[in-house]
């Protein structure tokens, strides 16, 4: 593939399966019984909360919230707008926000707060992947994929510029 080509590969195909198996397994065990939403974060989850949602044996619903920031492409600004809402409420339900990576941390700051404000009986976070290297400020996160050192990485839902998207796997582009 040539697309695949172009990057250096950080996290394997095999590797992500893996743990999202693990993950799907963590989540069907805390939510036996509960009314259960997973919530992703579009568009960079779209294909992280497909295979998760495939290893969770529980009846669930899926909605999507999309969000994007304002400012420069590669930082975070922490305003963030709502570019496209829930199809449903969120009252007394519990919520498992998919996300595919905090870097800043201040998009899902700002969800989090958002979310707040629609009385769910539960909020928890599960994303793909973490750098904790460029927290500005601490999310709790409850389920999580894989730490990262800071580089940009895409493939597997990541894009940088909305190209590698459906690269199987996450890499680093290696001229860039
Ligand atoms: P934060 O607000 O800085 O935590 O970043 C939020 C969003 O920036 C993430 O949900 C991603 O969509 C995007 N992002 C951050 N780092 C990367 C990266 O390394 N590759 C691709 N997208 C990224
Ligand atoms: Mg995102």
Do not use: W
């Amino acid at each position: 593939m040539k697309l695949a080509q172009e990057l250096e590969s950080m996290i394997s195909a095999e590797q992500i399966a893996d743990r999202v198996g693990d993950l799907g397994r963590q989540i069907e065990r805390d939510y036996q019984g509960k009314d259960l939403v997973l919530l992703g974060v579009l568009k960079g989850s779209y294909i992280f909360i497909s295979d998760l949602a495939r290893a969770i044996d529980l009846p669930l619903a899926i909605d999507f919230i999309g969000l994007s920031s304002y400012g420069e492409a590669t930082e975070s600004s922490g305003v963030v707008k709502i570019t496209s809402d829930l199809s449903r409420p969120i009252e007394d339900k519990h919520v498992v926000i998919v996300e595919d990576i905090v870097d800043t941390g201040l998009t899902m700051r700002y969800l989090l707060d958002n979310l707040a404000t629609r009385h769910p009986a539960s909020v928890k976070l599960c994303t793909l992947l973490h750098k904790p290297g460029r927290a500005r400020t601490r999310i709790p996160i409850d389920y999580l994929g894989f730490q990262i050192e800071d580089r940009f990485v895409v493939g597997y839902g990541l894009d940088a510029n909305e190209k590698y998207r459906n690269v199987p796997f996450i890499g680093v582009l290696k001229h860039g």
